[in-house]
């Protein structure tokens, strides 16, 4: 059995629409319909972090990690300033939860978020190494960088893997 344990305070807390690139633990709570995208480089030992709200900025330009479009041009720009390049990095979507049985597909915000990444990863050419997607429950996140860029995920169930 996977136990989840944050970091404490050495975990950089990723809050809705934020992100973190670095070395340090990061973690973020309460994914629903939002998509937590997790880029890692293993030769630097170094990552990224989004929270990601919504599949498009429809040109907002403010709070980039908010938005699929933007939160995936953001973290690869600043991992870029740590020696990453697009083919160096492999990406984790975790998140992207259909919350309400009543949602049709037009309306399912977490299968739109997660299609919205997947295809700007498609775009930068970076490969994503495993997905906990979709679904019907709501997760947490931990990743450290720093440890071959595991990452812990707790379900709103109780269960809980390793990525």
């Known amino acids: 059995m996977v136990e989840f344990r944050p970091l404490g305070m050495n975990a950089r807390f990723i809050g809705i629409g934020d992100y973190y690139v670095g070395r340090d633990p990061m973690t973020t709570i309460g994914l629903g319909s939002c998509v937590a995208l997790v880029l890692h480089n ?45 083919g160096s990095l492999c990406a984790v979507l975790i998140g992207g939860a259909n ?29 994503i190494r495993a997905e906990d997607v979709g679904g019907r429950i709501g997760r947490s996140v931990v990743y450290d960088p720093q440890n071959h860029g595991k990452i812990t995920i707790r379900r709103a169930d109780g269960s809980c893997t390793d990525l």
């Open 42 to 86: 293993e030769r630097f030992a170094v990552g990224a972090m989004a929270h990601i709200m919504l599949p498009e900025s429809k040109g907002q330009v403010e709070c980039p990690g908010k938005f699929a479009d933007t939160a995936v041009t953001a973290l690869l720009h600043e991992i870029g300033n740590y020696g990453s390049r697009n």
């Open 99 to 127: 919350m309400f049985w009543f949602n049709d597909n037009h309306l399912n915000i977490g299968d739109r978020n997660i299609d919205a990444v997947r295809r700007r990863l498609r775009e930068e050419r970076v490969s």
